[in-house]
C-alpha cells in the first residue's frame, strides 16, 4: 500500500483506487492551487490506478482558482480512462461545485465530477465499474 506525505496533500492506495485527502482548510490562492494540482499529478504517476477519490472533508473554503488543481486531475484521469469522485464534502463546498457547474448530476458516470459519502462509498462507486 502506498502512503506518500506531501505538503497539501496525502495520497494511499485502497482496494486500487487512489485516495487523495486534502489537508487544508482553505484552497484560496494561485501559488497553492498550482502546488496542489502538482502533488495531485505526482501522486497520480506514483499510483499506476486511474481510479481516484478525493477527500476534501477538511476542505471548508475553495475560491475559484482552487477548481484548477481538481479539473487537471480530471483531465489526467480522464485521459486514462479512469475516473474522479469527490467524497466527504462540506456542505458549503458541494454548493460551490454546484453552482459552478461542476458538479452536475453527481450519481451519473458521465458527470464532469461525481461524489460520495465517504471514502468507502468513493471505493464502492470506482470499483463497481
Given at each position: 500500500m502506498m502512503a506518500e506525505q506531501?505538503?497539501?496533500?496525502?495520497?494511499?492506495?485502497?482496494?486500487?483506487?487512489?485516495?487523495?485527502t486534502i489537508t487544508m482548510k482553505r484552497?484560496?490562492?494561485y501559488e497553492t492551487a498550482k502546488a496542489v494540482e502538482a502533488e495531485f499529478s505526482a501522486?497520480?504517476?506514483d499510483a499506476s490506478t486511474s481510479k481516484v477519490a478525493v477527500d476534501i472533508e477538511q476542505l471548508e473554503f475553495l475560491a475559484?482558482?482552487?477548481f484548477w488543481?481538481?479539473?487537471?486531475?480530471r483531465h489526467k484521469v480522464t485521459e486514462m480512462g479512469g475516473r474522479v469522485v469527490l467524497c466527504n464534502l462540506s456542505k458549503f463546498v458541494e454548493q460551490v461545485f454546484e453552482r459552478t457547474r461542476l458538479l452536475i448530476n453527481p450519481s451519473?458516470?458521465?458527470a464532469l465530477f461525481q461524489k460520495a459519502n465517504s471514502v468507502n462509498e468513493a471505493i464502492e462507486m470506482l470499483n463497481a465499474g
Amino acid at each position: 500500500m502506498m502512503a506518500e506525505q506531501y505538503r497539501y496533500i496525502e495520497a494511499n492506495v485502497k482496494q486500487g483506487v487512489l485516495i487523495l485527502t486534502i489537508t487544508m482548510k482553505r484552497l484560496q490562492d494561485y501559488e497553492t492551487a498550482k502546488a496542489v494540482e502538482a502533488e495531485f499529478s505526482a501522486a497520480l504517476s506514483d499510483a499506476s490506478t486511474s481510479k481516484v477519490a478525493v477527500d476534501i472533508e477538511q476542505l471548508e473554503f475553495l475560491a475559484s482558482v482552487g477548481f484548477w488543481p481538481f479539473l487537471g486531475l480530471r483531465h489526467k484521469v480522464t485521459e486514462m480512462g479512469g475516473r474522479v469522485v469527490l467524497c466527504n464534502l462540506s456542505k458549503f463546498v458541494e454548493q460551490v461545485f454546484e453552482r459552478t457547474r461542476l458538479l452536475i448530476n453527481p450519481s451519473a458516470t458521465s458527470a464532469l465530477f461525481q461524489k460520495a459519502n465517504s471514502v468507502n462509498e468513493a471505493i464502492e462507486m470506482l470499483n463497481a465499474g
